[in-house]
């Protein structure tokens, strides 16, 4: 007897459904569980290295005798990792009275870091496109005709205080004021590099988050500017501390895939344990 042919598609539907259950629900997981198991992996399962921290007081200022890890836009809280979601073309801040409306563009929280940074290490924490008092360096340029003609206003749209430069192509900069969107009135956004080094002195990874907000390595470059600090605060020689990060240092992925990694809480429990 031939049944229907479209009990005949609920068969068949059926029949991958339960393959696909038995393989994905049970197989996959129990091959992962498997696998975590074999020795020299399952003693890394709980491995806290593997997880990064912050390094601050209870009121998030750094503990200058630790080596501080990369931002965090989770706070490095494994149940909220993930990035920011801010990109490249975040430079303008939303100016708010409501403090639960402001909100800095990514521009801004890298110039806000790295003039941190700067102070806390020793070093001109200055980059381009960033103000003196680190906040993103951008203008809006009002022109008569839209986006030509004569320059009829300009604006500094990160600041509500003294603008940054106080005249832009012979046009006065106005200071901007909560609320206001100037890229909808008709504003250029037009970021200005200004005369900070080519190469900053403050690293890229100690100013911007990794993707999963949970990475615990730093570049050498930014532990070989915190190192004068460390051995400062502790009280023991450069060349020492040098030796830790050494020690501390992952190189490339299969010899040549990614960069050398220096991991921050191996080299914090290394100098606690020194």
Known sequence: MRIPSWLAQHVAALRALLVFTVLLGLAYPLIFVGVAKIPGISDKSGDVTLIGQSFTDADGNPMTRYFQ??????????????????????????????????????????????????????????????????????????????????????????????????????????????????????????????????????????????????????SPAYAELQAPRIARERGISLDRVRELIGQNTDGRALGFMGEPAVNVLKLNLALDQR
Do not use: M
């Open 69 to 218: 890890s990369r931002p965090s836009a989770g706070g490095y809280d494994p149940t909220a990792t993930g990035a920011s979601n801010l990109g490249p073309e975040s430079v303008v801040d939303t100016l708010s009275d409501d403090a639960e409306e402001a909100a800095q563009s990514l521009l801004t929280q890298v110039c806000a870091r790295s003039l941190a940074i700067g102070k806390l290490e020793g070093v001109d924490g200055n980059r381009p496109f960033c103000t003196p008092d680190g906040v993103g360096a951008v203008l809006a340029v009002f022109h008569r005709d839209g986006f030509t003609g004569p320059i009829t206003r300009v604006v500094s749209v990160n600041q509500t205080g003294t603008p940054f430069v106080a005249t832009y192509q012979g046009v006065t900069v106005e200071p901007a004021r909560n609320g206001e969107d100037y890229q909808a009135l008709g504003g250029v956004i037009t970021p200005i590099r200004g005369d900070a080094p080519a190469e900053p002195a403050v690293p890229a990874d100690a100013v911007t988050a990794s993707g999963s907000g949970l990475d615990p390595q730093i």
